[in-house]
């Protein structure tokens, strides 16, 4: 066997005893997060098992604490506010790449997944085959709004149901004294309708585009019909004082009883909170409603609502 040059030996042997002390040295780490991750807790401690994995933050014989910031916005479990900032998290001590149970302080941003339900009362005028406008103060509502349902961020998903009631003054001609006339009313009219819409926001904080489904029916001859429509909507802000919001739909096609519709509803109002003055999650609603359905194929004639309600609202402050 031949033996190598001392010179080329000697090399040999360098490299090996240089691999070899590479290898023994702490392997750098860094810190991450075994599922379920970190969950919103506005300053308390959150228990949770961080793992060391090998990394690029520092040698572990040297750096004994690790900044630890891992994107949990990601994961779903800690929002983003309005701003779009995101909660943070303080450093994690801890030394080597071994598994360490740590308590977690997560720093909440402020934000609160809205849900609110609103009732309200007011004035409306009817236009349709039973009245020619005339007003009347049997307008009742309700709207509810829940952002990001089912924990899938920034959705919203939200109901507007209306009874509007009015007289039939189709009936026959009364009179009522010194040659002056009145029509008889021969039955009170009573149309409720129920939306519900679905969508994504595309301006954070603001405007939303949306899917919608409205059902209408009446205690008249007039077929019940449905359909479905698409719409845009800007949620009150509930966070703030004062409020502005809006929804607009449309439907090509509302139909049913073989009767066929063409429809846009609409709702433009503004919200007070009293939370402030009550100490409690209260809020006044003001909005003007409206509710038009064009005549597409075979019904008696076009549907108008229009009016003015008021009503008190709730807002719910659980997180989702």
């Excluded at 014989?61 to 779009?84: E, F, K």
Aim: hydrophobic share 40%.
């Amino acid at each position: 066997m031949r033996r190598l040059p001392a010179g080329l030996l000697g090399t040999v042997l360098g490299i090996v005893a240089t691999c070899a002390s590479v290898a023994a040295q702490p392997a750098p780490c860094r810190w991450v997060a075994k599922p379920p991750y970190v969950q919103l807790a506005d300053g308390s401690p959150v228990p949770v098992l961080a793992i060391a994995v090998r990394g690029t933050l520092g040698d572990a014989s040297v750096v004994p604490a690790y900044a630890w910031n891992p994107d949990l916005t990601r994961h779903g479990r800690v929002h983003a506010g309005a701003t779009g900032t995101d909660s943070s998290i303080v450093t994690v001590s801890g030394g080597g790449c071994t598994p360490v149970r740590v308590a977690v302080l997560v720093y909440g941003d402020g934000y609160v997944a809205q849900r609110s339900v609103a009732l309200d009362y007011g004035a409306s005028q009817a236009h349709d085959e039973f009245d020619a406008g005339r007003g009347n103060v049997g307008t009742l509502g309700a709207h509810a709004e829940i952002g990001d349902p089912f924990d899938v961020r920034r959705t919203w998903l939200s109901t507007d149901v209306r009874s509007i009631a009015y007289l039939h003054r189709a009936g026959a001609v009364e009179n009522v004294g010194d040659g002056e006339t009145s029509e008889r009313p021969t039955f009170d009219v009573r149309d409720t309708s129920a939306e519900v819409r679905a969508g994504a926001s595309v301006v954070r904080g603001g405007l939303v585009a949306e899917i919608a489904f409205l059902e209408a029916a009446s205690n008249t001859t007039r077929p019940s019909v449905a359909g479905l429509g698409i719409g845009i909507e800007v949620p009150p802000a509930l966070s703030q004082t004062f409020s502005a919001y809006g929804a607009l739909s449309y439907y090509p096609n509302v139909s049913g009883g073989g009767v066929r519709y063409r429809a846009v509803r609409f709702r433009a109002g503004a919200t007070l909170s009293l939370l402030p003055f009550f100490g409690h999650p209260y809020y006044l609603d003001v909005a003007a409603i409206g509710d038009r359905r064009s005549d597409a194929s075979r019904a008696p004639a076009s549907v108008r609502f229009q009016g003015v309600v008021v009503g008190l609202g709730y807002r719910l402050g659980s997180r989702l």
